[in-house]
T-cell receptor, first 117, second 114 residues
């Protein structure tokens, strides 16, 4: 079964510092991977997605992620943190049954990003 | 284009009661997925509907049910509420087609069971 592991439930960085949020997946077939962000009392917003095209994926708000098959990783990065980046971040994978889209996202446990002034 | 809407946003119910939550997807989208979010279990998939048919189901008891209407709006129902059903319930909308994997989430319904 496909699964996602996010390393570190809390990450704290200073404003202007590099943001690195870690995500590892387990999958027997090439996965489709996503990063979502959730601000307090809101739903999830899609940051970026990997669907087997370019391995370096650029998303919104200056975030990007690199798919590394050899490491089964899809870490999220941002060169310079901003106070507004403080939120909870979720890595997710979508499993397939054959070639069918199951409509089911499997999420990691989430990482809360704190940005200190 | 309007986003995904969920009603109500907040709900307080008593153990043993039942509740119905509503989700209106993005116009033109035919798939609606439902998720439960709790501090302990995180985000868990409940079920997905496409063109009024349940296509996929998560590991939740039969007290959790859903349906989808011809206009793609979806409802989920929880019967005989338990304290552990307190959660944020999120619905997500997508086109539902095989090559479209993006899901767009609504703001959620916060259910509190007392």
């Amino acid at each position: 079964a496909q699964s996602v592991t996010q390393l570190g439930s809390h990450v704290s960085v200073s404003e202007g510092a590099l943001v690195l949020l870690r995500c590892n997946y387990s999958s027997s077939v090439p996965p489709y991977l996503f990063w979502y962000v959730q601000y307090p009392n809101q739903g999830l917003q899609l940051l970026l997605k990997y669907t087997s095209a370019a391995t370096l994926v650029k998303g919104i708000n200056g975030f990007e992620a690199e798919f590394k098959k050899s490491e089964t990783s899809f870490h999220l990065t941002k060169p310079s943190a901003h106070m507004s980046d403080a939120a909870e971040y979720f890595c997710a994978v979508i499993p397939f049954h054959g070639s069918s889209n199951t409509g089911k996202l499997i999420f990691g446990q989430g990482t809360t990003l704190q940005v200190k002034p | 284009k309007a986003g995904v809407t969920q009603t109500p946003r907040y709900l307080i119910k008593t153990r043993g009661q039942q509740v119905t939550l509503s989700c209106s997807p993005i116009s033109g989208h035919r798939s609606v997925s439902w998720y439960q979010q709790t501090p302990g279990q995180g985000l868990q998939f409940l079920f997905e509907y496409f063109s009024e048919t349940q296509r996929n189901k998560g590991n939740f008891p039969g007290r959790f049910s859903g349906r989808q209407f011809s206009n793609s709006r979806s409802e989920m129902n929880v019967s005989t509420l338990e304290l552990g059903d307190s959660a944020l319930y999120l619905c997500a909308s997508s086109s539902g087609w095989r090559d479209d994997y993006e899901q767009y989430f609504g703001p959620g319904t916060r259910l509190t069971v007392t």
